[in-house]
């Protein structure tokens, strides 16, 4: 009976540490699937979780943030990527904001993929997942968009204020402009530390996008209607146009570079799918009203940016002309002060260490060189939609398609659905084919433009 007693206690106790060995793995299996998401679930309960240094802004900062970086030239040369690729524009741009969604929210979820830090930026991102080659890619990238991109916003503003007062007495050269933007821009680099302090610019220059699509919206039917006599051209796809429509679209979406930024400068984390998601399909929606009813209007002929297709000197143009100006030029201090901020870091420019008047100067510094580079690029590649092309097909096809959902496999690992397997794949096969042909393309009519200037 004791040995009966003794076999039958025995088994009960090796039942237990049976069933919690079970229990302990299953709660290391639950710890492991969810730690992606562990420092966003219970942000409001932070009091016992690490201090990564969030600021205060809100929603609605990183929202405006988003659509303002987002949503401004692209929006003006989606009319222009359907001339090129026909209506199956409209396929790509639906799996380019979805695809932008999902690349948004994992490359955060990159920057705490180590417990308990968190990385600083896009390049700490490569480094981690692929060492010191992919932080050479990852700053390859990154800088050439960080710079291309208000290089670009910098010729069309200059462009149009050229153009606006071409007749008047305030007529002055292109250079000219682009020196006299730069340096009024000057004023919020110093004023302003980091993109918190952004906002209220961001969300005019988000307004003003707007405007501008409205008016693209309005006017380019009632200029095809008021012209039946022109002959105008569709096409269902063209297939020679895909790769550089391609890379006009992922420059519409471009942006991720800053991401880190925006998220750091949120007090609740956590918010940061939500806003993101927001603020591209913001974009999206504003792009269809823009890419639709130009294409549909002018067809083969829809130019880049399309308010040149609208009838010259009249009210519609002159107005989308302005508000898009306002815009770009809003724009310019979101990039620009995102790499001075990296930068900054570089250098250890804190307050802390070297104290306000050093750390003054210090970012005045930084901010100073960082415009005068990008009003020199300015000057010298003045071509509009080749340049986008450029930069749509060979920084954000990398940063946006290509970067995030490589470094977050790396990370991670590719246990996952069999379906986000899947559209990671699609990712990235079109990343890779706007990337490669996309430049191509863009390298082509860049060359043809040099020609025939010389």
């Known amino acids: 009976m004791n040995i009966t007693n003794l076999f039958t206690r025995n088994n009960q106790d090796q039942s237990q540490q049976d069933a919690g060995s079970f229990k302990i793995k299953d709660e290391k299996s639950q710890v492991v699937q969810h730690a992606i998401e562990d420092y966003i679930e219970e942000d409001d309960r932070n009091s016992e979780k690490v201090d990564f240094g969030h600021g205060t802004g809100s929603f609605a900062t990183a929202y405006f943030n988003v659509v303002c970086v987002v949503a401004g030239t692209g929006t003006l040369g989606l009319p222009h990527a359907f ?31 180590k417990p308990g830090e968190r990385l600083h930026d896009y390049k700490q991102i490569g480094k981690a997942a692929y060492g010191w080659v992919g932080y050479a890619f990852a700053s390859l990238f990154h800088i050439l968009n960080l710079f ?6 910098l010729v069309l503003a200059s462009t149009n204020l050229h153009s606006l007062l071409e007749h008047t007495s305030g007529a002055l050269t292109r250079p000219i402009w682009a020196v006299i933007v730069a340096c009024a821009l ?6 302003f530390k980091t993109l918190k302090e952004i906002t209220i610019m961001a969300a005019v220059g988000a307004i003003t996008t707007m405007i501008a699509v409205f008016v693209i919206v309005i006017e380019s039917p009632i200029d095809h209607n008021a012209n039946p006599q022109r002959t105008v051209i569709h096409d269902g796809v063209i297939w020679t146009g895909f790769p550089s429509a391609l890379s006009t679209i992922a420059f519409s979406f471009g942006g991720n570079n800053t991401y880190p930024h925006v998220e750091h400068a949120l007090k609740k984390p956590h918010q940061w799918k939500w806003a993101v998601t927001a603020g591209l399909s913001t974009c999206t929606a504003l792009y269809f009203m823009t890419a639709v ?25 002159i107005v989308a002309k302005i508000v898009m100006t306002i815009h770009v030029i809003l724009a310019i ?58 930069i ?21 690992g590719i246990r996952r659905p069999i379906y986000e397997l899947a559209f990671c794949a699609l990712t990235l096969v ?3 084919v706007g990337c490669v042909f996309g430049s191509k393309d863009a390298i082509e009519v860049l060359k043809g433009y040099f020609e025939e200037d010389a």
């Open 83 to 113: 001339a090129q690729g026909g209506w199956l524009g409209i396929l790509i741009l639906i799996l380019a904001w979805a695809m932008a969604v999902y690349s948004g929210i994992i490359l955060i979820q990159c920057l705490y993929c």
């Open 148 to 153: 291309g991109c208000p290089a670009l916003y």
């Open 186 to 191: 000057l004023i919020p680099m110093f004023s």
């Open 293 to 317: 009813p130009g294409y549909w209007s002018f067809g083969r002929d829809a130019m880049s940016p399309i308010y040149d297709s609208l009838p010259s000197g009249e009210a519609a143009q």
């Open 333 to 390: 201090p979101i990039y620009a002060t995102s790499f001075a901020l990296e930068f900054e870091h570089f250098c250890r420019i804190d307050e802390e260490k070297i104290g306000k008047l050093y750390a003054f100067l210090g970012r005045a510094a930084v901010r100073t060189v960082t415009m005068v580079i990008l009003c020199i690029l300015a000057i010298f590649i003045p071509y509009f939609d080749a340049f986008m092309s450029l």
């Open 392 to 412: 749509g097909a060979l920084c954000n096809c990398s940063l946006v398609f290509l970067i995030p959902v490589l470094c977050h496999l790396k990370l991670f």
């Open 430 to 432: 079109l990343g890779i």
